[in-house]
Nanobody, 123 residues
Framework: QVQLVESGGGSVQAGGSLRLSCAASGDTYSSYCMAWFRQAPGKEREGLTLLHPDGGATHYHDSVKGRFTISLDNAKNTLYLQMNSLKPEDTAMYFC????????????????WGKGTLVTISS
């Protein structure tokens, strides 16, 4: 069973960039759908972007399309989220998640989670 640990969160000004990392242990990412979610204060958790097990297909929520990029380093078994042109509304706790089997697009069925990393964007 895969264990996930996020890092890279912090506080930056609007317009800045951050790169989040999600290191996997206990298994490799090769057979999992992988995704990044976020939860802002007082809001529900939302799926932002996902990567298929073969690494060949991605999906982005409209709110981050063109600004965020998901990627995977197989050698390091680490998932990344490059976030550019950050906005105050991107302030949230960010989580990586994985699921084994089924559709990668079923956000509610991701069953492996990290504890999250906090991103704060000031105006």
């Amino acid at each position: 069973q895969v264990q996930l640990v996020e890092s890279g969160g912090g506080s930056v000004q609007a317009g800045g960039s951050l790169r989040l990392s999600c290191a996997a242990s206990g298994d490799t990412y090769s057979s999992y759908c992988m995704a990044w979610f976020r939860q802002a204060p007082g809001k529900e958790r939302e799926g932002l972007t996902l990567l298929h097990p073969d690494g060949g297909a991605t999906h982005y929520h409209d709110s981050v399309k063109g600004r965020f990029t998901i990627s995977l380093d197989n050698a390091k078994n680490t998932l990344y989220l490059q976030m550019n042109s950050l906005k105050p509304e991107d302030t949230a706790m960010y989580f990586c998640a994985a699921r084994d089997g089924g559709s990668c697009y079923r956000w509610s069925q991701y069953n492996h989670w990290g504890k999250g990393t906090l991103v704060t964007i000031s105006s």
